[in-house]
């Protein structure tokens, strides 16, 4: 796995785990350039409600790390940066930063 690869999963691993009323999970493709934190919980308040959800969607194209969504008070963007990955290289897509041509990078 390369540098890039492997800082970003590192970063976005973090988000994946134990959480408040369930578990959060890391998801990826065959190449690692896309990766995905899926939700899962159960409120238990008043009747017991089950909730699925995506909090964050990443994908990797070249050397740019693209971040579709993100819905968590510690942005993945600010954890990237700290990890070391210039903000230049990282766009926003869910804040509404320009998003290359997907078919032009494969």
Do not use: C, F, W
């Amino acid at each position: 796995m390369d540098s890039l690869k492997q800082t970003v999963y590192e970063v976005v691993a973090g988000y994946a785990g134990k959480a408040l009323n369930g578990y959060s999970y890391l998801t990826q493709n065959e190449d690692q350039t896309l990766l995905a934190v899926v939700d899962m919980a159960q409120s238990k308040g008043g009747g017991e409600t089950h909730y699925a959800g995506t909090s964050v969607i990443v994908r990797i194209i070249g050397d740019m790390i693209i971040i579709d969504r993100d819905q968590n008070d510690k942005l993945v963007v600010d954890a990237l940066v700290q990890a070391g990955i210039p903000r230049e290289q990282i766009i926003l897509a869910y804040a509404g930063e320009s998003v290359p041509n997907i078919e032009s990078a494969h």
